[in-house]
Each structure stands twice: as structure tokens, then as C-alpha cells.
Antibody
Framework: EVQLVESGGDLVQPGGSLRLSCSAS????????MHWVRQAPGKGLEYVSV????????YYADSVKGRFTVSRDNSENTLYLQMSGLRAEDTAVYYC????????????WGHGTLVTVSS | EIVMTQSPATLSVSPGERATLSCRAS??????LAWYQQKPGQAPRLLIY???TRATGIPARFSGSGSGTEFTLTIISLQSEDFAVYYC??????????FGQGTKLEIK
């Protein structure tokens, strides 16, 4: 059974940093591109970032470019999102999502982890 | 960036009836369109990809159609568990992928 379990969400002050983790199981993690998608409270879905299966390719939405860094450790089956320069508008539930064939749609989602940016 | 527009924002339908949800792309996305269902407090779930292919385990009462810029998600014989928010998402020229703003399907 595919499982994606995010962790690391917290309350952080504006300008602060946070690292999110996503532990994957139930599939060969190193074979799949992985994404981050976020959802502000009561709002819709916003695409954040993607990393290829070997970590060689990444992409960031304009809203987070230069502040967020996606990475992965295939030996630990873990996806990361390093967040810095956090702003109030980064407040959201962050979902780790699996891409079945690096086509850009998502067949499995984690439960999400809440990041709150507030003073 | 391709803009996805869903209509209506809220759809009220009685159980057992049919629901038709629409999604429009600002430019052609071919058949690279997915639909997701999200219930309160839960992560989204993939329903449809390739505009019309049901994901694993999705009941046959869910169907998707369309190509280019106009897409439809149809749910027949609505069950109580189908009342949720539905999002469309294009993945034609990505990244980035883009989502519609969602349609809330509520009980009439």
C-alpha cells in the first residue's frame, strides 16, 4: 500500500525557516518524480514544486522561487521541502504527492502538514 | 500559465440524481486533464486522468469527457459520499500544472 507521510509543519514567524519531510513507502520511491502542492486554509490547490526521480531536475512556482528548495534522499525514501523567508501567504497545508509516470498528475497524496506563518 | 476555470462554484443536487461539473482551460490542454475529489479534512483523491480514464478503484458512476479547452465531470446516481469539492487540473505544458478553483457539490 502506497503511503506518504508528511511531517515538519509548525507555527513559524515571518522570515523564518522550516523543513518539511515526506516519508514514502509501498512503492519504489527512487523510480518516481515527486511534487509538493499546498492549500491555504479554505482555499484551493496551489502547485509548489517538483523533483525528478533522481533529483536532477527541479522546478518551483514563482511564488516560492528563491525561497524554497526541494530535495530527496532515495536511500531513505524521503522527500524534503526546505522553506526559508517564510511569509504569511505561505500559510497552508503542504501535501507531498506522487506522480505515476512523471506526466504531471498525482495518483497518491499524503495527509498534509500545516505550516502557519504568523507573529 | 494556463488558467483553469470551473463552473459552477457550487452545485446543489439531490442524492440519486446526476451532477455535471465543468472545467475550461484558457488554452488547449489536449486531453491532459485530471479531476480530483476532496472531502473536508482530507487530501484530494485522483478520480480521472487523461480527461476520461478513471483512476484505480474509482466507481463507474464517475465519468470524464472533453478535450482541448472544455471538459466535463459527470457523476450519475449521486451517493452521499460523493458530496465534496472537485478540482480539475491541467498537465499539458508543465511545469507548472494548474488547478481550477474548485466546485463544491452539495446536497440539495
Amino acid at each position: 500500500e502506497v503511503q506518504l507521510v508528511e511531517s515538519g509543519g509548525d507555527l513559524v514567524q515571518p522570515g523564518g525557516s522550516l523543513r518539511l519531510s515526506c516519508s514514502a513507502s509501498g512503492f519504489t520511491f527512487s523510480n518516481y518524480g515527486m511534487h509538493w502542492v499546498r492549500q491555504a486554509p479554505g482555499k484551493g490547490l496551489e502547485y509548489v514544486s517538483v523533483i525528478s526521480s533522481n533529483g536532477g531536475s527541479t522546478y518551483y512556482a514563482d511564488s516560492v522561487k528563491g525561497r524554497f528548495t526541494v530535495s530527496r534522499d532515495n536511500s531513505e525514501n524521503t522527500l524534503y521541502l526546505q522553506m526559508s523567508g517564510l511569509r504569511a501567504e505561505d500559510t497552508a497545508v503542504y501535501y507531498c504527492v506522487k506522480d505515476p509516470n512523471f506526466r504531471g498528475y498525482f495518483d497518491y497524496w499524503g495527509h498534509g502538514t500545516l505550516v502557519t506563518v504568523s507573529s | 500559465e494556463i488558467v483553469m476555470t470551473q463552473s459552477p462554484a457550487t452545485l446543489s443536487v439531490s442524492p440519486g440524481e446526476r451532477a455535471t461539473l465543468s472545467c475550461r482551460a484558457s488554452q488547449s490542454v489536449s486531453s491532459n486533464l485530471a479531476w480530483y475529489q476532496q472531502k473536508p479534512g482530507q487530501a484530494p483523491r485522483l478520480l480521472i486522468y487523461g480527461a476520461s480514464t478513471r483512476a484505480t478503484g474509482i466507481p463507474a458512476r464517475f465519468s470524464g469527457s472533453g478535450s482541448g479547452t472544455e471538459f466535463t465531470l459527470t457523476i450519475i446516481s449521486l451517493q452521499s459520499e460523493d458530496f465534496a469539492v472537485y478540482y480539475c487540473q491541467q498537465y499539458n505544458n508543465w511545469p507548472p500544472v494548474t488547478f481550477g478553483q474548485g466546485t463544491k457539490l452539495e446536497i440539495k
